[in-house]
């Protein structure tokens, strides 16, 4: 059965680039050409791996300079405190032109999941929040980390993909992309939504992490924390608005897969708490990455719905 | 499903991070529509390679258990089925990109719809392919669509073509079935490749639905020596070419943190570059030597294709975005005027003459299509008259641009032989086009391997000399007695080896650097000995002898 026989790696050319030296030169070509054919971009940053992932590339691609746009973290108000405290010592270290924006109306007015329901919810406080963000500041391309293994209407999103002046996405009239030359003319009001991570998939950005030593947040580290266990999910205890029964919190050997908002993003119980682990276990895993996230599930095709609207 | 499987004890972390660093990686691309068996074959391929996870099963297993079967079946094509609308019409309409790996290789699969109508996004899905996956339906044989794929591959320079030779369990796995469409298909690769140059083909007889020969060998075909469709695609070699090609590096960007550095970014189209490597920048044609070639993980003695890298050089040299840096050796060819093969994008049809933006490696200049020579009638592959080309229209122009194209031929090289047409009123992509040939005069210009210097020479003979010996290889050389700086600096900034004649005045050279032939108007050897100082100081490149065993 010729995909389970290991290759003899002493006997490949040595000139070969691997799979990662090449994602990571088309994502450093993503990052020049944006910078060098747009006024105003701005990196979506969401301190996840795969935002931690942008970082790095963006690093390299302007390397010795400096990143030459800023960071704009869209910040819902619910996400964990560690993933906070990280990125402000991040921003610190790397000394980067960080911008956080939030719908400061709606958590006025007492937004949040539970009295909302997840879809109101993520379009007040991400939604809308964002595309307030990117007009506030007349941002005309942004950099996301989305990638198209994570999801089926993701896996026909261009890596420079068209928003109208309201923001929003039209799936039928996508524009043609072909070899790496990218077509960046906007009209003004008009924006690109930017992928450089298009071609990666999970297994490569947490190998990418591995090698490349890069810092992500220690929710993603299993270690005992402190857990709302109902049925097969683990939320964890971190807003008082989410409410427990009885006997429900309880100390579990857990860690988090993807980093969203803290009542709507499931633990799962593991032992990996390093990256080689947290990889065993991913390939060991027998379900998508975004499984665990609550909002992807409450209709079909609601990804598709939400980016149509302008999320990302 | 948040709990986990438990880690195998015996999984061996590190051995698979080792092997897993040793992957390289093969984009190819399909096409199809709904009823010929594409995304059951993908599906199919993602689903015996273990690489879809059980979520995604549950999601398109069925609720209920057919008569005679044992589990509930899986449909495999709704493994690959994206869109709500395309769920909707039950047809794939953009292009969907697709994830996998093996033990050997990491896999990008483009999948493209096959109707005419989205011709434009088969294109999209070949441009980047070093494979393409051309699915025929063993009852029916070569149809139009078989045909456009191959054509659309061929034309977007595909190498390597595999043909699936499907649905094989309804014709009774016939041989004789399989070698008719084999026989066929090399036919219609001639047909299409008449220079010769046509992609390797391989072919295999397939069941998408029962897995036969996709990734386990088939008991049904006996006859069949042949990989298994999933083994070729393990196997194909495909890093050979981009890294040998003469070296093209379109600058993307000029990084310069501080006055100390300046570094010419880029993806390396083209070839290898090392450091001490002579290079000229083009359009300017001044030549200088790589000084380092930078990355944030250190300085590399050298790189290649498609490595992002950035460079610095020995001399100063004004380059920008747009210019093209390339081996000094084999520069690219130039024009204004180029003939094209172009797929039609947009719903507004092609008109001549007026103004589209055309972007070629990072320079993006206002260009005109002055002739539409034929459309390409895909259903029959002949060409066809026509005035104007519209949407999925395939045929070949003439391009007028403002300002000189640096390319090779696409045939030569996909990255410095492609580009686009942006409708500058409405910004969409237009079109793609694929440069065949230049139209002016020479196809290959003299591009300058030395640096612009200026040589004082105080005899009208020794003039001559010096100017006879450059001439004789091939130098841009100019002579003047005009003791003017202002023309002095502007022949100089053109590039050229400049004689001054007679005693230079103080007034005309100041701040101009003089190489000064001083010897002996008696010594037979003077401009000899003049030519090797020049060579010295890298005026002039090493000895074309030297240089060709170099390169």
Redesign the interface.
């Known amino acids: 059965m010729p995909t389970l026989a290991p290759p003899d790696i002493a006997a490949l050319p040595a000139s070969r680039l691997s799979h990662l030296q090449l994602l990571e030169a088309e994502s450093i070509q993503i990052f020049r050409e944006v910078a060098s054919e747009f006024q105003k971009p701005v990196m979506l940053y969401s301190i996840g791996k795969d935002s931690s992932v942008m970082l790095r590339l963006a690093q390299k691609a302007f390397y010795p300079g400096p990143i030459p746009f800023p960071l704009l973290h869209v910040d819902t108000g619910y996400k964990f405190n560690e993933m906070i405290s990280f990125r402000d010592n991040l921003a610190k270290e790397l000394n980067l032109d960080l911008r956080v924006w939030r719908n400061e109306q709606a958590l006025a007015d007492g937004a949040n999941p539970v009295a909302l329901g997840t879809q109101r919810c993520c379009g007040l406080l991400k939604t809308t929040a964002l595309l307030d963000g990117l007009r506030n500041y007349g941002f005309d391309a942004a950099f996301g980390g989305a990638r198209r293994d994570e999801e089926k209407s993701r896996a026909k999103e261009r890596i420079f993909s068209f928003r109208d002046k309201a923001g929003q996405w039209d799936p039928k009239n996508q524009r043609p992309e072909l070899w790496n030359l990218y077509n960046a003319r906007i009209a003004p009001g008009e924006s690109i939504r930017v992928f450089p991570l298009s071609n990666w998939t999970e297994l490569d950005i947490w190998h990418y992490i591995l090698l490349e030593n890069i810092p992500i947040v220690p929710l993603y580290f299993a270690k005992e924390r402190e857990m709302i266990v109902r049925g097969d999910s683990l939320i964890p205890v971190e807003q008082s608005f989410v409410k427990s029964l009885p006997g429900e919190v309880q100390w579990i050997k857990s860690r988090l897969r993807s980093l969203g908002c803290s009542p709507c993003t499931g633990a799962i119980r593991s032992d990996a708490d390093t990256i080689p682990k947290i990889i065993a276990e991913l390939v060991s895993f027998r379900s998508s990455e975004r499984a665990n996230r609550v909002i992807d599930h409450d209709q079909d095709g609601s990804m598709e719905i939400k980016k149509r609207e302008g999320y990302f | 499903?948040?709990?986990?499987?438990p880690?195998?004890p015996d999984?061996a972390?590190?051995e698979?991070?080792?092997?897993?660093?040793?992957?390289?990686?093969l984009r190819f691309s399909t096409a199809g529509s709904v009823d010929d068996g594409k995304s059951t074959l993908i599906g199919r391929l993602l689903y015996d390679?273990r690489n879809v996870?059980?979520?995604?099963v549950r999601a398109v297993t069925g609720k209920t258990i057919a008569p005679g079967a044992k589990a509930p079946a899986i449909d495999f094509a709704q493994l690959t089925?994206?869109?709500?609308?395309e769920?909707e019409q039950g047809i794939t309409?953009?292009?969907?990109?697709?994830?996998f790996?093996?033990?050997?290789?990491?896999f990008?699969i483009a999948d493209t719809p096959g109707h005419e109508q989205y011709t434009?996004?088969m294109?999209?899905g070949a441009?980047?392919a070093d494979l393409a996956i051309i699915l025929i339906d063993a009852r029916k044989g070569i149809l139009t669509q078989s045909r456009r794929h191959s054509y659309i591959a061929s034309l977007l320079g595909i190498r390597h073509l595999v043909a699936a030779v499907n649905k094989m369990d309804l014709v009774d796995f016939s041989e004789d079935v399989y070698n008719t469409i084999v026989s066929d298909l090399h036919t219609l690769l001639g047909q299409l490749n008449p220079d010769g140059n046509a992609p390797s083909l391989v072919t295999i007889p397939v069941s998408a639905l029962d897995g036969d020969n996709v990734?386990?060998p088939s008991t049904r075909t006996p006859w069949y020596s042949g990989?298994?469709l999933?083994?070729h695609l393990?196997e194909v070699p495909v890093?050979?070419e981009e890294?040998t090609a003469p070296f093209r590096l379109p600058v993307?960007?000029v990084?310069?943190?501080d006055q100390h550095?300046r570094?010419f970014?880029?993806?390396i189209a083209a070839g290898t570059i090392h450091r001490g490597d002579t290079i000229v920048a083009l359009p300017s044609g001044r030549t200088s030597r790589v000084a380092s070639i930078?990355?944030?993980?250190g300085d590399l003695e050298k790189a290649?294709a498609?490595?992002?890298i950035?460079l610095t050089m020995e001399d100063e040299l004004d380059i920008s975005?747009g210019d093209v840096i390339s081996i000094a050796a084999h520069p690219p060819q130039h024009a204004t005027a180029l003939e094209a093969s172009v797929v039609w994008?947009d719903a507004t049809r092609l008109e001549t003459h007026r103004p589209y933006?055309l972007?070629?490696g990072?320079q993006t200049l206002p260009a005109r299509v002055t002739r539409v020579l034929h459309r390409t009638n895909i259903q029959t592959l002949t060409d066809e008259a026509v005035n104007s080309l519209g949407m999925n229209d395939i045929g070949v122009v003439e391009i007028e641009s403002t300002r000189s194209l640096f390319f090779d031929p696409y045939a030569e090289n996909?990255?410095s032989g492609?580009?686009?047409l942006?409708d500058?009123q409405t910004?969409?992509?237009a079109a793609?086009g694929m440069i065949r040939r230049s139209l002016g005069t020479a196809t290959a210009i003299h591009t300058p391997t030395h640096k612009a210097a200026l040589l004082s020479v105080h005899t009208p003979e020794q003039a001559t000399t010096l100017e006879a010996a450059l001439l004789a290889e091939n130098f841009a050389v100019v002579r003047t007695k005009l003791q003017s700086q202002p023309i002095l600096r502007s022949l100089l900034s053109l590039g050229l080896l400049v004689i001054l004649e007679g005693i230079p005045t103080e007034h005309t050279t100041v701040g101009l650097e003089l190489h000064t032939l001083e010897a002996d108007p008696q010594s037979p050897n003077a401009v000899a000995a003049f030519l090797n100082h020049l060579r010295a100081v890298h005026i002039l490149p090493a000895q074309k002898g030297i240089e060709e065993q170099q390169s």
């Open positions: 499903m948040p709990t986990l499987t880690i195998e999984f972390i590190e698979f991070l080792h092997a897993e660093q040793q992957k390289d990686l390679s996870y059980e979520d995604q089925d994206g869109l709500r609308a769920r309409i953009d292009v969907a990109y697709r994830f790996s093996t033990q050997r290789r990491k990008i434009r996004n294109a999209t441009s980047t990734v386990e990989p298994t999933l083994q393990e890093w050979t890294a993307q960007r990084i310069r943190p550095y570094g970014a880029g993806q930078t990355t944030f993980d290649s498609p490595l992002s950035a975005r994008f933006l972007k070629h990072t996909r990255a492609s580009f686009i942006i500058p910004n969409a992509t793609a």
